[in-house]
């Protein structure tokens, strides 16, 4: 699973599960709200680019067909 779609599952969980919003500015509301306190509280991801294996390839072909 992509660290995304987890971003996507919480959003889900405390933003849209269990509610009845009436419209869609209500809805909005709601996600902007998850949205702003989640930035708020970010956390750089680490780990993940360093120990691809990507990283590891020094040679790229000169010209791609």
Avoid: C
């Avoid at 889900?12 to 709200?33: P, S, V």
């Avoid at 998850?34 to 993940?48: I, L």
């Amino acid at each position: 699973m992509n660290w995304i779609e987890s971003e996507f599952a919480a959003l889900r969980y405390y933003a849209l599960n269990g509610t009845d919003h009436r419209t869609h500015d209500e809805q909005n509301a709601a996600i902007g709200g998850y949205v702003r306190w989640r930035n708020a509280r970010a956390q750089p991801k680490t780990g993940f680019a360093a120990t691809s294996p990507i990283r590891s390839w020094t040679s790229y072909p000169a010209e791609v067909a």
